[in-house]
């Protein structure tokens, strides 16, 4: 299934995205889960799967605005340099263990809104990513029991002010500008993608491709990366987990790319979709 908070006629919901529609899963589960989350923690998604299979969409696709897949997680971790392209563009060593920080929830849009360059700064890069929707509570999850755990992934794009980044060694400042990073344009449930690791992610601006790579030349893996967290945290359903950006990225090339306003930034990855944003200015 492919899973997408929307909002429409000033209400928002979820449901399954069908080609150019939109099953409320509201109306269809009787009011029984308000969010995407709340139907992950519950344990919904099978009960969603069955009714869903035969109803028909309830609102045209291009009627609803699509919101980050999961609006409230409770975390968002974000990991950095961890594809080996990357790691040779930025001229650091690979890492022994998983680069992770933090995003805020209001950091992040949906499909088809704006991705907001800030005042602050005008080294507004791209990141394409694969995000890890998290479905299930999970502490201490073997690597090879570690997909069990996951919901469904998306596209990611982790807009980074690259000055801000580098403030200091820490890189929250620069990854947590309001609006800069977006997720979407929907969930696709992991049933539908067995092995992640043969996801292709493609990343493009204003039509020309800045990254593109196989989601298996990660330097730590979805597994991996599931029970490294889960060894320091409890993964609650709707985490995220986005797991790194592969070689490309604007700051690194010759001359430097930084988006702009007006432009548009793609992310896409086989078997999920594109993630599509419009660059602003901050008002």
Known sequence: MKLATFSIGGRTGFGI??????????????NRYGSLKALLAGGGLAELARMGATAKPDHRLDAATLLPVIPDPDKILCIGINYATHVRETGRETPKYPMIFVRFANSQVGHGQPMVKPRASDRYDFEGELAVIIGRRA????????????????????????????????FTPGKNFLASGALGPWMVTADEIPDPSRLTLTTRLNGEVMQHAPVGDLIFTVPDLIAYISTFTELVPGDLIATGTPGG??????????????????????GIGVLANPIVAEG
């Open 249 to 270: 990225v604007g700051n690194y090339r010759e001359p430097p790319v930084f988006m702009q306003p007006g432009d548009r930034i793609e992310v896409e990855i086989s």
């Open 17 to 30: 995205v069908k080609g150019d529609g939109i099953v409320d899963a509201t109306r269809l589960l009787d």
């Open 139 to 170: 502490r201490h999850v073997p690597k090879e029991r570690a997909l069990e755990v996951v919901a469904g992934y998306a596209c990611y794009n982790d807009g980074s002010l690259r000055d801000w980044q580098r403030h200091s060694a820490q």
